[in-house]
């Protein structure tokens, strides 16, 4: 076990068993781990088995989750991750979604609405890097611990941040995707790369990590489309790539594109002969995937994700010392892979409902 498992663990077996007995009752299947996690430091990358606190907290706890959205299932699953485990461990916790990407004003507002409250810490998936700044550097000095999840956060001091690097999920796909090609013997295979919202960090991550992943492959990138992630706007843009192009082998990018896509490519005939891959999970992309319709995704385990940064925010509100940054490992997910593997760290239970109040 190396010192840094020993130092985020610390907890006896008997400790351990009592604390569960005690707090898991009204959620007897919430057990996400021990889950693999990256600890970053600087350049420094070390992998352990996260395991979160088992032991009862010392007060109530106030922790304020805010999404962009719970438009699809990624941001839901966060959402169950983050709720789920707050109510495991016995504090209140209040989730308030944004409504979109261009919903940043509110955001700013919710984000303002929690610091009047004087909770104990924030969990934010970030809209705007730059214009959340302040923001979270207002609430540090309140005292207030604040935790990034989902979304990169850079050039500000944050408590702890659990977000993937999407240029390393799009990494992965784009691996995936080549090995596609090769095993259908394409030399020069040509892709549009549909990124998602201008600007934004994350998508401007995923368009290096598949530019990264095709460099040196006969992979060629055609064109990047930029776009608001809704169905209607990445449809748009679909429509727009089959017009323009009549020689293309794939269509990558966010998953809410590979949930319209299929539908777009059969109307044009091309039902089987562009693939079809995206670099994080939605609901629709899953089930495209199940259908044969999607050739895969790469998804970190977000539900655990959101686990893990909620967890992170307990730690500091007791005051214990966690590392700065935190990652969740993203793997390749295709047809096989679903056939064969628990899902459940990826996935909401059947029915669940979204919860934005736990007391």
């Known amino acids: 076990m190396t010192k840094l498992r020993s130092a985020m663990l610390l907890v006896t077996t008997a400790v351990a068993a009592s604390a569960m007995a005690g707090m898991v009752a009204a959620e007897d299947a919430w057990v996400w781990w021990p889950n693999s996690a990256e600890r970053i430091t600087d350049d420094q990358v070390e992998t352990f088995d996260y395991v979160p606190r088992l032991e009862p907290v010392t007060q109530k706890w106030d922790i304020c989750v805010l999404l962009p959205h719970l438009k699809d299932t990624w941001w839901v699953g966060i959402a169950y991750g983050a709720m789920t485990e707050a109510k495991r461990q016995g504090v209140k916790a209040s989730l308030f979604q944004a409504g979109g990407y261009t919903e940043l004003n509110k955001q700013l507002s919710q984000f303002d609405d929690c610091v009047a409250l004087g909770v104990d810490g924030i969990l934010?998936?970030?809209?705007?890097?730059?214009?959340?700044?302040?923001?979270?550097?207002?609430?540090?000095?309140?005292?207030?611990?604040?935790?990034?999840?989902?979304?990169?956060?850079?050039?500000?001091?944050?408590?702890?941040?659990?977000?993937?690097?999407?240029?390393?999920?799009?990494?992965?796909?784009?691996?995936?995707?080549?090995?596609?090609?090769?095993?259908?013997?394409?030399?020069?295979?040509?892709?549009?790369?549909?990124?998602?919202?201008?600007?934004?960090?994350?998508?401007?991550?995923?368009?290096?990590?598949?530019?990264?992943?095709?460099?040196?492959?006969?992979?060629?990138?055609?064109?990047?489309?930029?776009?608001?992630?809704?169905?209607?706007?990445?449809?748009?843009?679909?429509?727009?790539?089959?017009?323009?192009?009549?020689?293309?082998?794939?269509?990558?990018?966010?998953?809410?594109?590979?949930?319209?896509?299929?539908?777009?490519?059969?109307?044009?005939?091309?039902?089987?002969?562009?693939?079809?891959?995206?670099?994080?999970?939605?609901?629709?992309?899953?089930?495209?995937?199940?259908?044969?319709?999607?050739?895969?995704?790469?998804?970190?385990?977000?539900?655990?994700e959101a686990a893990v940064a909620m967890d992170l925010a307990i730690r500091l509100a007791e005051g214990e010392a966690v590392g700065k940054r935190f990652r969740m490992p993203p793997i390749w997910i295709d047809k096989a892979f679903i056939e064969t593997h628990d899902m459940s760290k990826f996935t909401t239970p059947a029915g669940w409902d979204v919860v934005y109040t736990v007391e």
């Open 124 to 304: 934010i998936a970030a809209i705007s890097e730059g214009a959340l700044k302040p923001k979270i550097e207002e609430a540090r000095g309140k005292g207030i611990k604040v935790v990034a999840v989902g979304n990169p956060i850079s050039g500000v001091e944050l408590d702890a941040a659990v977000f993937g690097d999407y240029n390393v999920d799009a990494g992965v796909a784009g691996r995936a995707l080549v090995e596609h090609f090769k095993a259908q013997g394409k030399d020069h295979p040509r892709v549009i790369n549909f990124a998602g919202v201008a600007g934004a960090g994350w998508a401007e991550q995923a368009v290096t990590g598949w530019a990264d992943a095709f460099k040196d492959t006969g992979v060629e990138i055609v064109e990047v489309k930029y776009g608001e992630t809704g169905k209607s706007e990445q449809l748009k843009l679909v429509e727009d790539a089959l017009q323009t192009y009549d020689d293309i082998d794939a269509f990558v990018g966010v998953p809410t594109m590979a949930e319209v896509a299929p539908g777009a490519l059969e109307q044009a005939g091309l039902a089987g002969k562009v693939d079809v891959a995206a670099f994080y999970l939605t609901e629709g992309a899953y089930q495209g995937v199940l259908d044969g319709k999607v050739l895969g995704f790469a998804s970190n385990p977000m539900v655990v």
